[in-house]
């Protein structure tokens, strides 16, 4: 009879303990959804009580995972970092997350910890550079160990790279970024008024051939900012939202507008080659348009050996740079009968 009795405690104990974890965890979760409800963009602001509350008191497995965003705001006036333009993107992220799933998805939730305001939690993930984001998993015991680190490498497709990230650790889909508008509605009314307004004159400037669409200068500039356009890289630039130049890791002070490596390519260093290939399409335009119509053979001859000195000289650049950056080498292969 005490065996039973003994036995039928430990059982009605244990069925206490779970459903007191249950209540715990359940009570935690509606918590993060309040929080969640009541930050405009879904990101959870976190602090050192917060941190200790949603993390490391819960016993895991945690029925959530956390996505953390580490943010400085004495460090936003520094451009090389870019925290505000990625704080907006983890925001995007955060938001696009919570729309897709209907507000009901309760294994991932998103959060930031500002600097200033709990550097002991920093200290507690061992964060000690910016940008930052990391991963807590439901079964992460140690903050510092345990969670997952985004790579700095992959910030440069910023909203799209964290939802990349999540999917990949978390196997949750975030689904797509819905970015916000670029013109609210009040200033596209504006905008399509003034063009109303602005219509009728020009039209009649239009049909007497004084716009600027007219002026054969205008049409060749245009050319020539589309061939640069073309072959810099800019379109790349663009779709990639790729950084004009990156701080030099081991120098904080030095700037870095090569990067060695065939797995990104610079803002800068498109810019530049773009530049030398722009070079040598004006000179070739150059001899093409202009040159023969010189009848001074002297001076043609100079500006053709001009031209060809200093086509060289950019390709040769052009050429060297690509062997630096990727290793592959392009090498000129003469007729055998000249060796």
């Known amino acids: 009879m005490a065996d039973h009795f003994f036995t039928f405690s430990i059982i009605t104990l244990s069925l206490f303990v779970v459903a007191s974890s249950g209540g715990l965890e359940s009570e935690l979760v509606a918590d993060l959804l309040t929080l969640q409800a009541e930050s405009k963009s879904g990101v959870i602001h976190l602090d050192d009580r917060t941190v200790s509350k949603f993390l490391t008191s819960p016993r895991t497995p945690r029925p959530y995972s956390f996505l953390i965003f580490f943010d400085a705001a004495n460090f936003h006036d520094k451009p090389e970092l870019r925290l505000r333009e990625l704080r907006r993107e983890f925001e995007i992220v955060a938001s696009s997350f919570i729309t897709n799933h209907n507000s009901s998805n309760t294994k991932l939730f998103f959060g930031d910890i500002e600097f200033r305001e709990s550097q002991s939690s920093f200290q507690l993930f061992g964060v000690n550079s910016l940008p930052h984001v990391r991963l807590v998993g439901p079964t992460a015991k140690s903050l510092k160990d345990d969670s997952d680190v985004m790579d700095q490498g992959d910030f440069s497709r910023l909203a799209e790279s964290m939802a990349e990230f999540v999917q990949y650790r978390t196997k949750l889909t975030v689904g797509p970024i819905h970015r916000p508008p670029a013109l609210s509605k009040m200033q596209l009314g504006l905008i399509t008024a003034l063009l109303l307004l602005c219509l009728p004159l020009v039209a009649k400037r239009i049909f007497a051939g004084e716009t600027l669409l007219h002026d054969p200068k205008i049409w060749l ?53 773009g530049f030398l290939y722009t070079v040598v399409g004006l000179l070739l335009a150059f001899v093409t348009h202009v040159l023969v119509y010189v009848k001074d053979a002297t001076a043609k001859r100079l500006a053709m050996l001009f031209t060809l000195l200093v086509s060289f000289w950019a390709v040769k650049k052009v050429i060297l740079l690509d062997n630096w950056k990727t290793g592959y080498g392009i090498h000129g292969f003469w007729p055998s009968s000249w060796n």
Request: hydrophobic share 50%; charged share 15%.
């Open 221 to 273: 500039s245009g050319a020539v900012f589309v061939y640069f356009f073309s072959v810099s890289g800019a379109m790349h630039n663009i779709i990639r939202k790729m950084p004009m130049f990156l701080v030099d890791r081991n120098d904080p002070n030095k700037l870095v507008f090569f990067y060695q490596g065939s797995g990104m390519q610079l803002g800068a260093e498109g810019f530049a080659v």
